[in-house]
């Protein structure tokens, strides 16, 4: 019994430092939290993504707000270099070159810098897309497109910065720099045609009727070598055991283009009266009214 109580007090003690060590341990591992407080940024970031034929356009900016405050000659100094929104530069990119005035502009992503005026602004493509703002040593030779552009005065104001993606078409789009009571348009041409054109060239080597279709439909879409369509999309419905009355609708109309409406108009009843089994009243009235149109030519 002696024996027994003179080994208590160690394993009190042991016991006790354990317990210590442990706690020790737990502590070290523990990160201890401290609230963040979070508050909206003053020119929150906006991003962009727009097909626009074959070209993928993104654009990643900064949107400062007018505030009150005067823009144009005073936030915004005129003649002078601009980051073209706030905080890092704002920042464009192509997945295929594209044109803008007679330049190529490779694809890749490129800062949009501007140079305001009073009525028109200079505005650049810039290679270097990694600047907070402006480059703290500009180079011309980074310089990849500078172009002029009249500047718009809107009737209406635009409280926050805004670039966009406007005018969208097969083969160009407009790049829309707007601000306050100024609309800045930059025309950008694309590589469209060329592009599709070449693709049906590659695709016609072994033609099936889905690709002649298809490359009839886009030469109706964009008025061009129209015989050449007509020869594919009759090629193309001659493959077909049944075509549909979606697909007779673009038949008549590249016969209507070329002006020969009796044909035009033999189709295009065939199309209503499918459309008409099929129950689609849209595909029915557009018949309808082509027939109408058509005849009186």
Request: aromatic fraction near 10%; include cysteine; glycine fraction near 4%.
């Amino acid at each position: 019994m002696k024996n027994n109580l003179l080994f208590l007090p160690l394993i009190i003690i042991t016991f006790t430092l354990t317990s210590c060590m442990n706690d020790v341990t737990k502590d070290s591992n523990e990160v201890e939290v401290v609230p963040q407080i979070q508050t909206p940024a003053p020119s929150p970031t906006a991003k962009i993504e727009q097909k626009v034929g074959l070209t993928d356009v993104a654009i990643q900016y900064a949107r400062p707000s007018v505030r009150n405050r005067v823009v144009y000659g005073n936030l915004v100094p005129y003649n002078k270099l601009w980051r073209t929104g706030a905080n890092e530069n704002s920042v464009i990119s192509f997945s295929t070159s594209v044109k803008i005035d007679e330049t190529t502009v490779p694809a890749g992503k490129y800062s949009i810098y501007t140079i305001p005026g009073v009525d028109s602004w200079d505005v650049i493509l810039y290679s270097d897309s990694n600047n907070w703002g402006l480059p703290s040593e500009w180079d011309e030779n980074k310089v990849i497109v500078k172009t002029k552009v009249s500047s718009m005065e809107l009737p209406f104001k635009v409280e926050s910065f805004q670039l966009s993606i406007d005018n969208v078409s097969n083969n160009s789009f407009t790049l829309g720099i707007a601000w306050d009571h100024v609309y800045v348009p930059v025309k950008v041409n694309l590589p469209t045609a060329d592009l599709v054109m070449k693709s049906i060239k590659e695709a016609l080597k072994t033609p099936k009727s889905s690709d002649l279709y298809k490359a009839a439909v886009y030469l109706l879409q964009e008025n061009r070598e129209l015989e050449k369509a007509k020869s594919w999309m009759n090629q193309s419905l001659e493959m077909m055991e049944d075509p549909k009355f979606y697909q007779l609708r673009q038949q008549s109309l590249i016969y209507a283009a070329l002006e020969d409406y009796e044909n035009a108009i033999a189709i295009a009843k065939v199309s209503l009266e499918k459309s008409i089994k099929a129950g689609n009243s849209d595909y029915e009235k557009m018949n309808l009214d082509s027939i109408e149109n058509w005849g009186k030519m």
